[in-house]
């Protein structure tokens, strides 16, 4: 069985400043791990991936995330915020068999302050 | 077009009509879903259907009806819904086997007067 624990349902930085968005997960299998983001009234876009091979993966928009398996951790990172990042972001964790059905967590919704 | 898509986007119904929600996906999966998002609630599994067969349904009550008719194509027949069912309804498809990564349609925003 997997778990996701996103730290912080709302996170607000400065415009420019670094975004740091947090995942923990819990899985008893090696993970494929990922992040989405919702635009209001838009249903979830990939924002980025983990499957196998490089743990620092590079998505859309900027973003990035590193796999860190000796701390369960799959934090999303950007290092400047732009007014269009605001958003809701959720990280989601699957079994590497590929049959498992996706598990989110709850989201971070994250402001961007001018 | 391309991707997952879903009509209508928006929808008000009342407590004793019945409608339906439709997804399309253009993208060769063979797996579809709908999934229920509520405000400050966690994303909502509500059926999966792998091969066009219903293989999860997590209790949903019954006036949630889904049809999978082809691959390509999801219902959501709603009918006798209650004020509380208001949310947006996400459809999303995947490739049983791969990765487990959804791919998601806009959503259809439901309002149950």
């Known amino acids: 069985a997997q778990s996701v624990t996103q730290l912080g349902s709302h996170v607000s930085v400065s415009e420019g400043a670094l975004v740091l968005l947090r995942c923990n997960y819990s899985?008893?299998?090696?993970?494929?791990l990922f992040w989405y983001v919702q635009y209001p009234n838009q249903g979830l876009q990939l924002l980025l991936k983990y499957t196998t091979g490089a743990t620092l993966v590079k998505g859309i928009n900027g973003f990035e995330a590193e796999f860190k398996k000796s701390e369960t951790s799959f934090h999303l990172t950007k290092p400047s915020a732009h007014m269009s990042d605001a958003a809701e972001y959720f990280c989601a964790v699957s079994a590497n068999f590929g049959n498992e059905k996706l598990t989110f967590g709850t989201g971070t919704r994250l402001t961007i302050i001018p | 077009e391309t991707g997952v898509t879903q009509t209508p986007r928006h929808l008000v119904m009342g407590m004793t009509n019945k409608k339906s929600l439709k997804c399309e996906q253009h993208l060769g999966h063979n797996a579809m879903y709908w999934y229920k998002q509520s405000a400050k609630k966690p994303l909502e599994l509500m059926f999966v259907y792998s091969l066009e067969e219903r293989v999860e349904n997590n209790s949903v009550p019954s006036r949630f009806s889904p049809e999978c008719p082809n691959s390509s194509h999801l219902f959501l027949h709603l009918h006798t819904l209650q004020p509380e069912d208001s949310a947006l309804y996400l459809c999303?498809?995947?490739?049983?086997?791969?990765?487990?990564?959804?791919?998601f349609g806009e959503g259809s925003r439901l309002t149950v007067l």
């Open positions: 899985s008893s299998v090696p993970p494929y």
């Open positions: 999303a498809s995947s490739q049983e086997g791969g990765t487990g990564e959804l791919f």
